[in-house]
């Protein structure tokens, strides 16, 4: 049952669970459904994730807009206007070579 095989970094989360669910997840464990609890625990909170987050509905105000504009600048790489026209050239110049045409 685990996911996609993609490389992800792990975080360890200590969690309060009630016994009987820790002991049917052993269960599964012990029929081979999953690896171990902790395969288990990530299978069940990405299903969780799966149904609830589709769920969830913003409403786009012009502050929650604002900021996310600010945090996409935060994390954007921003090129200067000679970097972005040197750039449109080299783009334009591997289309050329594409076509042919240089």
């Known amino acids: 049952?685990?996911?996609?095989?993609?490389?992800?970094?792990?975080?360890?989360?200590?969690?309060?669970?009630?016994?009987?669910?820790?002991?049917?997840?052993?269960?599964?464990?012990?029929?081979?459904?999953?690896?171990?609890?902790?395969?288990?625990i990530n299978y069940a909170m990405r299903e969780a994730l799966k149904e609830l987050l589709p769920r969830i509905r913003i409403e786009a105000t012009p502050g929650l807009v604002k900021r996310y504009f600010r945090l996409l600048k935060e994390v954007s790489p921003c090129l200067s206007e000679d970097e972005a026209l040197h750039l449109v050239k080299e783009i334009r110049g591997e289309r050329k070579k594409e076509k042919g045409g240089g």
């Open 1 to 40: 049952m685990s996911g996609s095989g993609e490389k992800t970094a792990l975080v360890h989360v200590s969690v309060r669970v009630p016994a009987n669910v820790v002991r049917i997840a052993d269960m599964l464990v012990e029929l081979g459904l999953f690896k171990d609890r902790s395969d288990f």
